[in-house]
């Protein structure tokens, strides 16, 4: 038995490259091994004799191999392994392609299983490419059973991942119950070290769901855990005061070059009455994409700012912190005070009406000589030093990270704890909120400013895409430029759904040769994204093709079609933030929304689309007919990083809530030792303390 922390080196039968391998799928040591789960299972549970199959059967057959042999067909450049196996009840072929050290391993007289579909054709019913495991003694793990089905890389196969797995588990009694055993009790959950090993090996499903279960549990109580412990901390930390300056602030509003919406004005005053208080502000900013977040956070920065504090702005990419740079130059251009820029390619510094680049901006921050710092996130991993924080913020996303928040408190030569805010403009409504984020007070935006011109959606009948070519056409002559979206980013054959770069080499080359078309996906390097976008912005790339990575927030008004392919693969929330990336400009602009499914209820829900410019009434429509999860997506930034539970289990996630809670009220963290540990290990404790 090997310890948890083996690595992966020392097992028997890992060499160099399949070692290689796993740490690509992040897996280094055994207990990383026990941890990845499997993405799905196959039923080969049902052994049946041969006599009994039918074709499509999805079966395991236990038998003798009377007959193997390998021939090569040089017409069809590739190997095929053919075989007999009697089970005494009858006999069936067997064929495997391209495997031909199968006639070396296995031979006439063994035992063995044979798993998979049943097929048929004109010489009868055969196995074509089955799993199968020789009958040995060794433990039987590919057949026979309900098999877990791993996500792999390279020349990783399923059979050697199981294997290594199996083994790994012989080791998850090291691994400590570290949920309390009244929780585990009251609710009758799994043990910890058998949820592990069924999650992989489960007897049947109901033994899986059993598994899934309570391993959900762990995942959903930590993070309730996390939320009441931040909560706690959070008002037990002191923040500086920061009086209401409402003179100059109102002098700023009545300067603005619009008025604020209501929605606008009540959420900033939520917001400056929380810079009022001792306690550090923990608040979320939702609106809707447009609905003027940077406005209502440019009170708060003006507040701190004129109370004598650093304030921070960071953004989830350098295009778009050098767009809040630009907007807040104007915002403020009336005032004396210093912003910076800092990315990872560029420093800027604006003192009163000038902007220069400047080396070393870090050093004027960290002697507090700049009040106002905009940047990517490196502004909390990179060296830099404040001189005395007051807010920070961060858009584009949910919540500051319990690291990050560390982070910050280490950077802050000052010893209070800056106010937070987090804007995003997923809309999440309150009651999901509510689950999600406990430790977060919600500030929410609805309403629109005055005079935003509608942006037209269609759903397009495929017999009219030509038509929507030429009209796109037509606006890329005007000089207005157009965003795609595919759901995938490789072409996937069985689906027929569209992917990036088909659709990229398709526009570019047959449709659109006339533009300069682009692509970016989530696999290519963060440089080559942020360039891509940046030609995009300058005009020089006419259509982008994306998957769903084309970040939020992003201001393109010079962009006014955005077509979007597969759409009924998209939760309504998402198309709905797509689209609000067009009709940020002057012109009108449109959302074109193809599909494949024609069915009524697709239909209907994108017809909701059609209807409705309400991103919250949209995502409340949707949260009716479909799971959270599926609403916004699988990996919506910001949304918890959920392993194995999802946004779908509502019920377990207001369980694990009320455990969360109800474990704080009455028992005391320290006499629980190994839960401790465990939040440290996640990093959610320790710097609290
Ligand atoms: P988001 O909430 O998506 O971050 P922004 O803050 O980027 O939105 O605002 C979008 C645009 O709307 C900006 O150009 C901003 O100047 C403008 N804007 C903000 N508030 C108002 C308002 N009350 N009336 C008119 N325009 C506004
Ligand atoms: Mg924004």
């Avoid at 207005?480 to 526009?507: A, H, T, Y």
Wanted: one cysteine or more; hydrophobic letters at 40%.
């Amino acid at each position: 038995m090997y310890t948890l922390q083996a690595p992966i080196k020392e097992l028997t039968s890992v060499g160099r490259s399949t070692a290689k391998l796993l740490q690509k799928l992040g897996i280094e040591n055994v207990l990383d091994l026990i941890s990845y789960f499997p993405f799905r299972y196959q039923d080969y549970s049902q052994v049946v004799k041969i006599k009994d199959l039918f074709p499509n059967l999805e079966v395991t057959v236990k038998g003798k191999i009377i007959l193997i042999d390998t021939r090569r067909s040089f017409k069809k450049r590739m190997s095929i392994t053919e075989a007999l196996l009697d089970d005494g009840t009858g006999s069936i072929k067997v064929v495997w392609f391209n495997q031909p050290y199968l006639a070396k391993s296995l031979k006439i007289g063994d035992d063995v299983f044979i798993a998979g579909r049943v097929e048929f054709d004109k010489l009868g019913l055969q196995f074509v490419s089955p799993a199968y495991e020789k009958i040995n003694g060794q433990e039987i793990i590919n057949t026979a059973k309900i098999v877990p089905v791993y996500s792999l890389t390279g020349r990783l196969t399923q059979k050697q991942v199981r294997f290594l797995i199996n083994m790994a588990l012989k080791s998850v009694k090291l691994i400590p119950e570290w949920l309390p055993e009244q929780i585990i009790k009251n609710n009758s959950l799994t043990p910890l070290a058998e949820a592990l090993k069924k999650i992989h090996f489960p007897e049947d499903f109901a033994d899986l769901e059993k598994a899934r279960y309570r391993l959900k549990f762990n995942e959903l109580f930590l993070i309730q855990l996390q939320s009441h412990l931040l909560k706690k901390y959070l008002a037990s930390a002191r923040a500086p005061f920061l009086k209401f300056r409402e003179k100059e602030i109102r002098q700023f509003v009545s300067n603005l070059p619009f008025e604020l919406t209501n929605d606008q004005k009540k959420t900033a005053w939520q917001i400056l009455l929380d810079l009022e208080k001792h306690q550090p502000m923990n608040r979320l900013l939702e609106g809707d994409v447009g609905s003027g977040k940077t406005a209502v956070a440019s009170l708060a920065i003006l507040d701190t700012v004129l109370n004598g504090y650093q304030a921070v702005l960071m953004a989830p990419t350098e295009i778009l912190a050098k767009q809040h740079f630009k907007s807040l130059s104007n915002f403020f251009s009336g005032f004396n005070f210093k912003m910076a820029l800092l990315t990872g390619s560029e420093q800027l510094l604006k003192s009163g009406a000038e902007t220069q680049a400047k080396k070393n901006v870090s050093e004027d921050i960290e002697k507090g000589g700049i009040n106002l710092i905009i940047g990517t996130h490196a502004l909390i991993q990179d060296k830099v030093k404040y001189k005395n924080l007051g807010l920070v913020i961060i858009d584009e996303q949910h919540r500051f990270g319990v690291e990050q928040r560390k982070k910050i408190k280490e950077k802050n030569k000052s010893k209070e704890t800056p106010h937070f805010l987090s804007m995003t403009a997923t809309p999440i409504p309150r009651s999901l909120a509510l689950i999600l984020y406990g430790d977060l007070d919600l500030s929410i935006i609805k309403e629109m400013p005055k005079g935003r011109k509608k942006i037209i959606t269609k759903l397009v009948e495929e017999k009219n895409r030509d038509k929507a070519y030429d009209f796109i056409r037509e606006e890329i002559k005007k000089g207005r430029q157009v965003f795609v979206v595919c759901p995938l980013i490789d072409p996937s054959d069985k689906l027929g759904v569209k992917s990036v770069k088909e659709e990229f080499k398709k526009l570019e080359q047959d449709i659109f040769p006339e533009f300069k078309t682009g692509f970016l996906h989530g696999k290519l390097k963060s440089s080559e994204k942020e360039k891509t976008m940046a030609e995009f912005k300058a005009n020089k790339i006419k259509i982008l093709v994306s998957t769903s990575v084309i970040e939020v927030g992003i201001d393109m008004p010079n962009a006014t079609i955005m077509m979007i392919e597969g759409a009924e693969r998209f939760g309504l929330a998402q198309l709905h933030q797509f689209r609000g990336r067009v009709g940020r400009g002057e012109y009108q602009s449109y959302c074109f929304l193809f599909t494949k499914n024609g069915s009524a209820k697709t239909r209907e829900r994108l017809n909701a689309l059609v209807k409705s410019a309400d991103g919250f009434a949209l995502a409340e429509y949707d949260l009716k007919f479909r799971g959270p999860g599926e609403v916004y997506g699988r990996r919506q930034s910001g949304l918890p990083d959920l392993k194995i539970a999802s946004l779908n289990d509502l019920d377990l996630i207001n369980l694990a809530q009320k455990e969360a809670f109800n474990f704080l009220a009455n028992c005391v963290l320290d006499n629980f030792p190994l839960l401790k540990a465990k939040l440290e290990e996640n990093k959610i404790i320790g710097h609290l303390e």
